[in-house]
Each structure stands twice: as C-alpha cells, then as structure tokens.
C-alpha cells in the first residue's frame, strides 16, 4: 500500500465482530482477514479497474490503504461496512421496535457486507466455502489478473464463466449441478450488469430488492432476504435471525411478535435482526 488515511470508528462498531462475521459469512477467496491482526485486504472493482484496499485498527482509528485512489477506497469501506449509518436515527427506530436488547443507544450492530454482489453469489452457488479448492482454482483460473498481491484476486467476470461453459468448471471441481447455476448466474448478470450492484439494491424499495435477488439462480424467497440484508448490505429488510428458539427465550417474544416487532423498526430492520442474531449467538 503506498497510500493511508484514517477514518473514524463510529461507537457502534465493533470491529473484531465486524471482521468475524465477514470471515465466516461474506469473503471472497482471496480475500485476506487477519482476526488476530485486526486486518482486512481485499480487491475492490472501482469505476476505473480493480483497486486493492487495506482496513487495520490503529490508535482508535480505522487506518485505510490503497496502492490506487484513496478516495475509491475510503468510499468502498464506508459502504462495505456501513460506516455512513446515522447513529440517532437508528437507535430511535429500534427504539420504536421495543425489544428489549434493541432500546439502548449503541448497543445495536450491523453486518459488513460483501466486496462483490457477484463475487459472492459466485462463491455461494459454488459451494459457500472460499477456501475450498474447487473454488480457489475457479478464481484463480478464470479470474482477473492479481497485480502485485497475488493473494488477492478478482473474481472472474460473467463473461469468463459463460466463456468457460459448465464443462470446464466441472473439470475445476464444480459439481455438475453447481456448474449450470453458475452459467445461469452469469447469464443474468451479463444480460443486466446494473440490476445487482449493491448500491443500486440499496437504494430500491426492500420488496424490489428481496425481489432481484431472489430471481438468481438457486437463490429463491427464502434466501433472497438473508442475502440482501447481509451480502449485499441493504439496511431495510427483514430476515429470520438464526437461533430463533433461543432469541425467544432470551427476549421473551414469540417469533411472530419478534417479526411484528423487527417490521416497526423500518428503515433499520436489517440492523434490527442482525443486532437480534448477535442477541442470539451470546445466550
């Protein structure tokens, strides 16, 4: 990196979780989290190429770096990370919700989303595991030139999975099945490069956007509002945290109140089930 900035850790934001929750659910492979380091490297599709990003915790601060534009850069964390929430304003809607966990200024949190909208949906229908060989060697044979770092990769365009065809990427280690998603997702994406773009998602209605994404291949109703709320990082759709037997004993709501509850927390109802899920997951 030969760039640095500093950006402000708003007081919502735990980081270490931040980076937990990106480990386990939205990177790419090739994507670097270091836990211990309290570090993330990843490659960012800018309007003018790939740029590589570095986010770190130092003195209090997030420190961003870029070997390109730091402005791209500072803009994809921000985004990625939700840096731009507006505190009082979502404390005041999960306020509204009264579930109890969610009525406390700074107590709620939010998921990072993914670099990649296809990227990850890629990675999804190939498996879900970015360290898994079948999908490192699809990236790594597919996808776009590495620059400098060759651990950090960019995923293969739409055009290269339709190029390759279903049989090369079962000779990748795809299975057959996964194989014709993956040429059906990129179909859809190439026929309509914009439709998904995250910042695109984020600014539709949550019905259209559960909607777009649930259109993809394999994806369907049920996961469509995970998805959108997490990977792509829309901040008004409601989803089913996990744990829910144990959310309800924890807060003392069935889950149709809980849902009922998670709806009046609108435009924020997707921090209000992440902040629920964390809930959850420290019973």
Not at 169 to 185: E, F, H, W, Y
Request: proline content about 8%; hydrophobic content about 45%.
């Amino acid at each position: 990196m030969t760039g640095w900035t500093e950006l402000p850790i708003p007081p919502w934001l735990d980081w270490s979780w931040a980076l937990r929750t990106l480990w386990q659910e939205v990177r790419a492979p090739g994507e670097l989290v270091d836990l211990a380091a309290e570090r993330s490297a990843w490659v960012h599709e800018a309007s003018e190429g790939p740029v590589e990003i570095s986010v770190e915790v130092a003195d209090g601060l997030l420190r961003v770096g870029s070997a390109a534009s730091l402005d791209e850069a500072v803009a994809a964390v921000v985004f990625r990370f939700h840096l731009d929430l507006p505190e009082e304003g979502v404390t005041q809607a999960l306020q509204l919700a009264g579930v109890p966990g969610l009525d406390q200024a700074g107590a709620w949190t939010r998921k990072p989303a993914a670099a990649s909208g296809w990227a990850h949906c890629l990675t999804y229908l190939a498996g879900g595991d970015p360290d898994d060989p079948s999908i490192r060697r699809l990236f790594d044979e597919l996808g776009g030139p590495s620059g400098d770092s060759p651990d950090l990769r960019s995923a293969p365009r739409p055009d290269d999975v339709l190029r390759a065809g279903a049989g090369a990427l079962v000779d990748l280690g795809i299975k057959p099945s996964r194989a014709q998603n993956l040429v059906r997702l990129a179909q859809v994406f190439l026929d309509e490069p914009d439709r998904h773009d995250a910042a695109q998602l984020r600014s539709l209605d949550p019905h259209d956007a559960v909607g777009c994404i649930a259109e993809l291949p394999h994806i369907g109703a049920k996961r469509a509002p995970y998805l959108a709320a997490g990977a792509w990082g829309h901040d008004d759709v409601s989803y089913k945290p996990t744990d829910i037997p144990i959310l309800q004993d924890r807060v003392g709501l069935s889950w149709p109140d809980l849902l009922t509850a998670i709806e009046r927390a609108s435009p924020f109802r997707s921090v209000a089930c992440d902040t629920l899920a964390v809930i959850a997951e420290e019973a």
